[in-house]
């Protein structure tokens, strides 16, 4: 089960829940992989709307590296997600605010 309050959100991967986090580490291998110059711009693409399919797939699997579950890109990208794109889009979402402002706190 996921713990807001540790910034973890959860997403179901093929009928199985899984824990998402953005652990330092997966940050920082997540701004690389997106070729971003800053975690702030990684955020505006999303707040904006302007991210790509695979900017998803890319946060996707840090988070869930993040929490534990290593992922290739390849096999989340052929992955069912219980919700499809949206939820998908939407978990991303919520992990990326999560990791950054307290559950309850505006932001």
Known sequence: MANPWRGEVELVV???ARVMRL????LAELEARLGAQSLIE???????GTFRVGDLIA???AGLG??????????LSEAEIAGGPLEAAR???RL????FVLPGESG
């Open 14 to 16: 093929d009928g199985e």
């Open 91 to 93: 978990a991303a979402a």
């Open 66 to 75: 993040g929490g534990g579950w290593r992922v290739s890109e390849e096999a």
């Open 23 to 26: 652990s330092l580490a997966a």
């Open 42 to 48: 990684v955020v505006e693409r999303f707040e904006t």
């Open 59 to 61: 946060i996707l699997r």
């Open 96 to 99: 990326l605010k999560l990791t």
